[in-house]
């Protein structure tokens, strides 16, 4: 079993936007997956609600906070999506249950600044260093061949740690979520696209 974090201290930054794909691709592969939603708002367990019951099934997965249990025996894949402001020891025991962590971040100064102490701190992570656990970075809404994509790349690689794929600004995303759908479930010539885009993520994700 597999359990996948997303997680970023700051707000919109397309955390759920990331959660809620990764748990349909495994769907999609017939695969055993749930999807747990930390944050309050519970907007991807919301989502879960608009799945209709004939696509593949994702489940819901119930965590505390306070005291996180590890996922139900049996799972091939849990995936985590996290809220912002998440900080300290609930931050802590919620990578420890991790195996692969994903920060999703937009590649503007800003959110680059407001994300570094979390990096840093990932990065130094005694599991990070030993490589029990893998993190990588995503860049969210953005075109790869930018000066702003560059200037992410360059300060990830700073901190030794991998951009695994840039995922651009569509609507795509918000249309497919408004009806509990992921790219992997509706016809593949209507988001070739993205899914492209997505290769080098999931080839990390399945440890290709």
């Known amino acids: 079993m597999t359990v996948i974090v997303v997680a970023n201290p700051k707000g919109g930054v397309g955390k759920s936007t990331l959660s809620t794909n990764l748990a349909g691709y495994f769907a999609a592969q017939g695969e055993w997956v749930a999807l747990a939603d930390l944050d309050r708002q519970q907007s991807s367990h919301a989502w879960l ?55 999703p971040l937009q590649p503007s100064m800003f959110d680059i600044l407001a994300t570094q102490d979390f990096l840093n701190r990932l990065a130094k992570e005694k599991a990070v260093r030993k490589g029990n656990i893998q993190v990588g970075v995503v860049g969210m809404r953005v075109d790869a061949r930018t000066r702003s994509a560059e200037q992410l790349q360059r300060f990830v690689e700073g901190l030794d740690l991998p951009v695994l794929g840039y995922l651009r600004d569509t609507q795509n995303y918000v249309q497919l979520a408004a009806h509990g759908l992921t790219l992997w479930d509706v016809a593949k010539s209507r988001v070739e696209k993205d899914l492209d885009q997505w290769q080098s993520i999931l080839g990390w994700v399945d440890g290709k």
């Open 49 to 103: 609600d608009l799945r209709a019951a004939t696509l593949p099934p994702i489940e819901s997965w119930q965590v505390d906070l306070d005291n996180p249990a590890k996922p139900p025996r049996g799972l091939e894949h849990a995936v985590i999506d996290t809220p912002a402001g998440l900080h300290g020891n609930r931050l802590a025991s919620i990578i420890e249950l991790a195996d692969k962590v994903i920060v």
